[in-house]
């Protein structure tokens, strides 16, 4: 069962604005099909046959009514105000003990009223609050009747509602608890479908901004370093001119394409990667193009090619491109190695230059580092690992190391 505490505005209120036992519970509306089925069938069955004389009962018919009435009456309202109910009904057995009065067949009025409030009570209220009200009535109900057999010594007198109070309590408390645990369930699945969502849509965030970082920063290089090449062979080699501005143009129309599928998937969070994503293949052009711009790059692959996943291709594409964009920006060289192993249980890449490396490890310490941070959560997804550092010759390296599921079909 859940223990909540009450809010701090509520503690902070004086304790007789705190009590919760006499206060209306919200929600619960007038008396149904089954509350005015109880009630009636309290009196019709346990008093109503003393009326009619099928059944003898003790006093008068009026007073037989009036309680009968009395007990039967409460319990349209028993969901509203249990704890009234319970005291209204308590105080008519002990009122009718007190007066000697029997408004059902049998000794102290046994019959369903007191057992339908006690249950009721422990359904709607706490633990605590039903067990001490329910109590009292007990206390209540044996004191009446003990006085009522020195005042009336010719009746009986029994503890009968006890054995009543006992088992409706508990079938009352075993209902709350059980609607207790339900809407504890059923606040846990919310809360956790509200988790995943957030960590869906927190982990949609982080990849589409990796795709986007890696894009954007790859493409704007290229274009700056060809619009300088461009800027300077204007007047003396306009056919080189021309050509870094449409290579330039080509770029540029290749990137909107690129940026075009990312914010289709923005859109459409469950659209499937298409098959025009960069793979292994892709990393030769990738270079070639590289080359062009005047980055020396050699490019070593070792290994008998396998099908790897897509998705685990694609990743591996753009650790390269933003290592390579990273070697562009930032490592003041025009020499890169770029080393591709592939295995049944292992794929692993390697990207290095020999720039001049500064004291924290940045070829430069111009970068924002959200390119290797990206590159390391890319790794991570596939429970890789990823190292990234200077080298002591000199120079920078990236090296990612993927794990194969020896499930995974390589075929």
């Known amino acids: 069962m859940a223990i909540t505490s009450l809010p701090p505005e509520q503690t902070a209120r004086p304790w007789h604005q705190r009590l919760t036992l006499f206060r209306h519970r919200p929600g619960n509306a007038g008396p149904d099909a089954i509350d005015i089925a109880i009630a009636v069938g309290c009196f019709a069955v346990f008093t109503l046959p003393l009326l009619v004389g099928m059944v003898s009962g003790i006093g008068s018919m009026p007073a ?19 704890l009234a ?19 059902t067949p049998w000794v102290s009025n046994t019959g369903p009223a007191f057992g339908v409030a006690v249950l009721t009570l422990a359904d709607l209220r706490s633990r605590r609050d039903s067990l001490l009200a329910t109590g009292a ?3 209540a109900i044996c004191v009446a009747a003990l006085l009522g057999t020195l005042l009336h010594p010719d009746q009986e007198q029994d503890f009968v509602q006890l054995l009543i109070a006992i088992p409706a309590w508990l079938a009352g408390d075993m209902i709350r608890t059980r609607r207790d645990y339900r809407t504890s369930i059923a606040a846990q699945q919310r809360h956790q479908a509200a988790e995943a969502e957030r960590r869906i849509r927190a982990e949609e965030r982080l990849r589409v901004s990796r795709d986007v970082h890696d894009l954007i920063s790859h493409t704007l290089s290229m274009v700056a370093v060809r619009s300088g090449v461009a800027r300077l062979l204007l007047d003396e080699q306009p056919g080189e001119a021309r050509a870094a501005l449409g290579a330039i143009e ?46 020396v790059v050699e490019y070593h692959v070792a290994g008998e090619p396998i099908g ?36 049944p249980d292992e794929l692993a890449v390697s990207i290095t230059d020999d720039g001049p490396v500064t004291e924290a ?46 499930d995974h079909d390589v075929s």
């Not at 009514?65 to 309202?77: D, E, F, H, I, S």
């Not at 109910?85 to 408004?103: D, E, K, M, W």
């Not at 291709?313 to 190695?337: D, F, M, S």
């Not at 991570?380 to 920078?396: I, K």
């Open 250 to 295: 080509t770029a540029s129309r290749s990137a909107l394409n690129e940026l075009r599928r990312v914010l289709a998937q923005i859109r459409e969070p469950g659209l499937e990667p298409t098959s025009d994503e960069p793979g292994l293949a892709e990393i030769a052009e990738l270079v070639d193009r590289l080359r062009h711009d005047g980055l």
């Open 361 to 406: 490890g940045q070829p430069d310490g111009s970068g924002s580092g959200l390119g290797l941070l990206g590159m390391r959560e890319r790794v991570s997804l596939f429970g890789g690992r990823f190292e990234a550092g200077p080298r002591p010759e000199g120079g920078f390296a990236v090296a990612a190391y993927f794990p194969i599921d020896e």
């Open 308 to 343: 790897y996943p897509a998705l685990l291709q694609t990743t591996v594409y753009r650790i390269v491109q933003e290592a390579l964009t990273n070697v562009v920006k930032h490592a003041h060289t025009a020499r890169a190695r770029i080393e591709i192993w592939r295995a």
């Open 85 to 103: 109910v319970l005291i209204v009904v308590t105080a008519v057995l002990c009122l009718a003990s007190l007066l000697g009065v029997r408004f």
């Open 137 to 139: 009535a007990l206390v």
């Open 64 to 82: 037989i009514a009036t309680l009968g009435a009395a007990v039967a009456a409460p319990l349209l309202v028993r969901r509203r105000w249990p």
